[in-house]
């Protein structure tokens, strides 16, 4: 009796360290639900309670979060350097705006379609671009994305792209006779697009799949002798990243409402390397931090001097480097992993 009393016992404790369990990165899973649960319940009622100006925002937070998501699949979980993804998010722009405006494809037909056209030419370019490594490969990126503004200018392709005047873009009205207008519409368009491309990262990085993608950024030579097709890997890899920036950019032609070529310089590809590092390299939930800052941490720098913006948003992001060497993503496991720690 006394053995099955300290057998019952011991089952108890085991079912009682089972009721709370915890994920890889040793956060309680508990927590991360309930975030994420917070984190919804926050996206869903924000567009009712704030001005037409800050959903915008808000919108284009998610749409550059979107962009760094595909960059972050690249980078962070295929170790390929790209500072050329703004081409990409210009592709799926022109995309968009070209079907709306010459062929009265409606918005949400034209989504998928700039999506397969960047995933086109995503693995095209992936293809020379096997032979490069590192820092070679960021600056093959790097002179796409300062091309690119130049070819959208020429005149051949000036009767579809608009040339430098660029291409006006509609955006739709809410559907079915709901209560929304147009920004808030596009609000909840981007955050389910954005919710889903996160799912599916997520189950990408954890398949079989983004084990190889992770083998081959961690050591090539031995992801090639496990039987891992690299050449295969990392042009398909280039493919989905360069979607994901092309769904971006439909999403932000309509929401804009407006493409040019100026919109797409080497800028914004700069900005998106910015907001993955910021956000952490290697996280799927890095890149809505990341969209964070590129929206909104300008215009704090304008607010303290708008003659001296530049520096300030410098000095910003120097802190911001020095203070979270491992992104936002690594400064709030820590703190989280700090804090379950002490409750154990």
């Known amino acids: 009796m006394a053995m099955e009393r300290t057998m019952a016992s011991d089952g108890r404790a ?8 915890v994920a890889r990165n040793g956060i309680p899973l508990a927590w991360q639900r309930a975030a994420l649960a917070v984190g919804l319940i926050v996206a ?22 979107i962009a760094i998501l595909g960059l972050s699949l690249l980078t962070g979980f295929n170790g390929q350097f790209s500072l050329g993804h703004s081409t990409f998010v210009a592709i799926g722009a022109y995309t968009t705006a070209i079907l709306m405006e010459f062929a009265g494809m409606g918005f949400y037909w034209t989504l998928p379609i700039a999506a397969i056209v960047c995933f086109v030419f995503g693995f095209l370019f992936g293809l020379p671009a096997l032979r490069l490594e590192s820092i070679y490969l960021a600056l093959a990126t790097f002179a796409l994305a300062v091309a690119t503004p130049q070819l959208l200018k020429l005149t051949p392709l000036e009767p579809w792209t608009g040339g430098v005047q660029g291409l006006l873009v509609f955006k739709p009205e809410a559907p079915f006779g709901l209560p929304l207008n147009s920004d808030q519409w596009m609000y909840f368009v981007t955050l389910a697009v954005g919710l889903g491309l996160a799912a599916c990262a997520v189950n990408l990085v954890n398949s079989r799949s983004g084990r190889g993608m992770k083998a081959i ?3 090539p ?10 050449a295969l890997y990392k042009t398909t ?12 950019g439909s999403l932000s032609a309509v929401v804009v409402q407006f493409v040019a070529p100026d ?8 900005g998106l390397f910015v907001g993955l590092v910021i956000g952490g390299v290697g996280t799927i939930t890095g890149a809505l931090f990341g969209g ?7 215009n704090i720098a304008e607010e303290v001097s708008k003659g001296l913006a530049g520096a300030v948003y410098g000095v910003i992001l120097l802190l911001v480097i020095y203070l979270m060497p491992t992104g936002a993503v690594g400064l709030i496991r820590t703190a989280v992993l700090k804090l379950a720690t002490r409750r154990r």
């Not at 085991?14 to 369990?21: L, N």
């Not at 869903?44 to 979060?65: D, E, G, R, W």
């Not at 919109?263 to 700069?270: D, G, Q, R, V």
Request: proline share 4%; no cysteine.
């Open 14 to 21: 085991k079912a009682q360290g089972a009721a709370a369990p």
């Open 44 to 65: 869903v009622v924000l567009p009712f309670v704030v001005k037409n100006f800050t959903i915008f925002q808000f919108t284009t937070v998610m749409i550059y979060a």
């Open 217 to 219: 950024r961690d050591n």
């Open 221 to 230: 030579i031995a992801a090639r002798a496990m039987g891992i097709n690299i």
């Open 237 to 248: 890899t280039f493919g989905v990243s360069a979607a994901y920036a092309g769904i971006a």
């Open 263 to 270: 919109s797409f310089t080497f800028t914004l590809a700069i």
């Open 292 to 298: 964070l800052f590129l929206v909104f941490v300008p």
